[in-house]
């Protein structure tokens, strides 16, 4: 009888121990689950805005950020936002890429050109094709020196799959390289463009960027 009693105690510490056990492991397998798909749901929403290189802050509303709808501004950077949408999200983000640096390109050419030739004077040995050519190319320069400059700050994907990036280009890239143009052209033509003209050059390009 001494001997039935204990035996049953024992199993019932032993099924006490077991039903403990067993709470134990399922509080920790939903702990787990929790928390594998709370990580989930923010590596999705964090992958949908996260900048492609530290440093750029992104305010978003309703899910959608601010740069896709207001390109911001910069004293060191100049700022676009590139959109493409196609069959795949990888062949999006690229054209998107294409898109924003075709609008710095062509930004650049237009603006660069202009103020060149506003400070520009037509003489003997600089005729007025001559100089539209010559300031068409330094235009050209500038463009391909700040595109390769470029770099991705921000990608969001919307509902329908479209991909929009934030492209940014230090101003000084610029800059630096119309300096560097008006240098040349001062020395071949110094009649054509004066150094007082191409300081004056420069001074309105650094203001209008």
């Known amino acids: 009888m001494k001997n ?3 035996h049953e105690k024992a199993s019932i510490y032993l099924a006490l121990a077991l039903a403990a056990f067993a709470a134990a492991s399922f509080s920790s ?6 928390l594998t798909a709370s990580g989930g749901r923010e590596d999705a929403e964090l992958s949908a805005t996260e900048p492609s290189t530290p440093g750029a802050a992104v305010s978003e509303a309703g899910g ?6 207001k390109t911001p501004k910069s004293a060191e950077f100049l700022y676009v936002t590139g959109y493409g949408k196609v069959t795949d999200r990888t062949t999006s983000t690229k054209r998107a890429i294409a898109d924003g640096k075709d609008q710095i390109s062509r930004w650049l050419e237009t603006k660069v050109q202009s103020i ?19 300031a068409l190319e330094v235009s050209r320069s500038v463009s391909r020196a ?25 101003r000084s890239v ?3 390289q119309f300096e560097e143009a008006a240098k040349t052209l001062t020395r071949k033509d110094a009649a ?4 007082q003209k191409m300081r004056e050059a420069l001074k309105k ?4 960027l």
């Open 4 to 6: 039935q009693k204990t």
């Open 29 to 34: 397998c939903a702990t787990l689950t929790g």
């Open 64 to 69: 959608q950020p601010e740069w896709t709808r």
């Open 116 to 134: 060149l030739l506003e400070h520009t004077s037509e003489t003997a040995s600089s005729s007025r094709t001559a100089v539209n050519e010559t």
């Open 146 to 170: 700040s595109i390769s400059g470029v770099t991705q700050k921000a990608l969001w994907v919307d509902a329908d799959g479209g991909v929009w990036v934030l492209l940014e280009v230090p």
């Open 174 to 176: 610029p800059v630096r």
């Open 192 to 195: 054509a463009y004066s150094e």
């Open 205 to 208: 390009l650094e203001e209008e």
